[in-house]
């Protein structure tokens, strides 16, 4: 069964500083990994998707690497923003299916 | 375009009682998701339809849950009847033929 684990479960930063968060998972065997935003009271909305064959992917100030054969992608934000507050999800999917982690809380302090 | 839409947004009831969900996709997403998250923790997949046909439901508790997908287009979720561990927020999901699910807002259910 995959697990994917997200650390940390929160951090804060102030305005300007560059974000890095980490996802890991258990079994190397997927097809891809995306990157959600959530934010309170709202559903998910995704923000990079990698394909297995990838190392990395990049939309404005965002960008994702994936190591699929140690089991890691980390996500980061480039001078962040208030507007980044939300919470960072990251999901595998194998076979058909995606397993999310819990996600990481993120604070920018203005 | 417009979004996926779910209602309601809440819902609080007592436990043993019955509540259902109503989900519609993205007009011409062959693939419907009902995920359930649970506070501080990540969406978990409840069952997954392609066009009218169940592709997923391992982790459906079909004691008490069900599910269905009118017509291959907007899908009811039921919970009947509802416990406690029940409260969570509800979200929906499609996608068309790429990777990419498209998410609803959710129904927060809250069940005392």
């Known amino acids: 069964k995959q697990e994917v684990t997200q650390i940390p479960a929160a951090l804060s930063v102030p305005e300007g500083e560059n974000l890095v968060l980490n996802c890991s998972f258990t079994?190397?065997?997927?097809?891809?990994l995306q990157w959600f935003r959530q934010d309170p009271g709202k559903g998910l909305t995704s923000l990079l998707l990698?394909?297995?064959?990838?190392r990395e992917q990049t939309s404005g100030r965002l960008n994702a690497s994936l190591d699929k054969s140690s089991g890691r992608s980390t996500l980061y934000i480039a001078a962040s923003q208030p507007g980044d507050s939300a919470t960072y999800l990251c999901a595998v999917k194998d076979d058909y299916k995606l397993s999310f982690g819990a996600g990481t809380t993120v604070t920018v302090r203005a | 375009e417009a979004g996926v839409a779910q209602s309601p947004r809440y819902k609080i009831i007592e436990k043993r009682q019955s509540v259902a969900f109503w989900c519609n996709p993205i007009?011409?997403?062959?693939?419907l998701y009902w995920y359930q998250q649970i506070l501080g923790q990540g969406p978990k997949l409840l069952i997954q339809f392609q066009n009218n046909g169940v592709v997923d439901d391992s982790q459906l508790p079909k004691d008490r849950f069900s599910a269905e997908r009118l017509k291959g287009v907007d899908s009811t979720l039921k919970i009947q009847p509802a416990k406690l561990e029940d409260s969570a927020v509800y979200l929906c999901a499609s996608s068309p033929i790429t990777d990419t699910q498209y998410f609803g807002p959710g129904t927060r259910l809250t069940v005392l």
């Open positions: 990698i394909q297995s064959s990838q």
């Open positions: 007009s011409g997403h062959a693939t």
């Open positions: 079994d190397s065997a997927i097809y891809n």
